[in-house]
């Protein structure tokens, strides 16, 4: 597609006015960009060991899925949420839920599958947010990029709880009241609501729009699944996933265009836990708000900016959060967030403006710090590098947490809106070498190597 080629994924104008134009791409790869580079990620360590059966029943779960993806690209989704043909979806899931070990397991298995058929009931939902569960197993219309196409499409995917970084999260999650006092004390009217479910997990299948590139790290469920204002919720992170693009774009974007503090390391001990905190924090982020916190306006009068700045709020409370009421309990310090929060911003900037709300965000976040000197641009040799203090860049972040305070989290929308114009990417001046820099470079992406649902003969029980 000779449009593809000539495409300039940091081309924020032209890209943001292509959202909803997307209904009937079929390329694995978005958003179109001259080239990708691939890192591969194996799924099948992180896999249960359950049998050739089971494997079997992923394998044709997969292969319905796909079926089902490519229907919807030709005729489209036949209601809100539902598949085509439902029916190899369910049965395979039934097959699958029947032989995992945990009798909550199967139920939970059972119950999605009842839904692929008939719909989320508030029953089916209900029963869901109580069970407890080591695999889950989901099919669904889920959520894509947001800049690519606002409906769910055809997803599956396995994952089994990550017992050492969930021990993490509910150790961070326990500290709500510190998390409480900390907020009022950059704001005497911010107050945290209540947080999602958060389970930590390692992803070992992956088949349809989700298996496509790029990689999402976490889901929302059920709101991924198009039902929205369910009282249960539950965020499915894959921990295997973010690794994987931490260690092959995150860390080395942080190489090459940043000097602040000790710099990123993904391998290192004492970044353990800072991932997964970091997109809990990030969670934490979104429910932030003011008693007169209300996106209704923001929302009517420029939905995009409604949503990064959104994104923006989650990733500044929730870094300030990790950094400084979780950091001391779990033995990193606050120049370790730094160096992760900087490393993750570069990523998702590289990813292109224009075409995802959380890449906006943190090009604005970047831009922001620019901006008011707590990062500066020093020629590195062969290009632009980033330079600046941990605690300088720490105080730029509770200098825009103020501000996202006042102009986002009070209600209304031109504050917001100037808050977007002065630091977004549609002023591209203050990061202009960076991006001139990562526009010469390919977009990053991991392919799930899933070889492990086939080569069933030396997959024995247990
Ligand atoms: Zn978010």
Redesign the pocket.
Known sequence: MADALAADRFDHASNLSRTGTYREYRSAFWPPSAGYELSCLDLGPAGPGLGGEFLAGLAALKSAIEAEWQRVKEIGVPARRRFNDPAPVAKALREIGGRLPGEQDRRAAALRADAVEGGYSDEILAELAGLKEEYTLVAGQVSTWYGKEVKGLPTAFACRRDGVRQAFVDAASGMREETGDYLRSLHPDLKLGDVPAFGAAELFFMAGEGNLHPKHIAYFLPEDEGVKYSPFKKTYYFANTHEALLRSASAPLSEEFLRVGDGFDPAAERFAAVPVLGVLG??F??FVHRPSTDFKELNAADRWVSVTL??VA??VFGTLILAEVWAERFGFTAADVISYYLAECLRYTSRGLGHFP?SDGMYLQLSYFRQFSALAFENGGSGPVLTGDPEVVLAGLRSLARVLADALLAGGSDQARKLYRAFGPATPAPLASLVEELRRRPLKSVEYTQEHLYSRADQGQG
Do not use: R
Request: charged share 45%; proline share 0%.
């Open positions: 990030h969670e982020g979104h959104q994104e989650a990733d959380d």
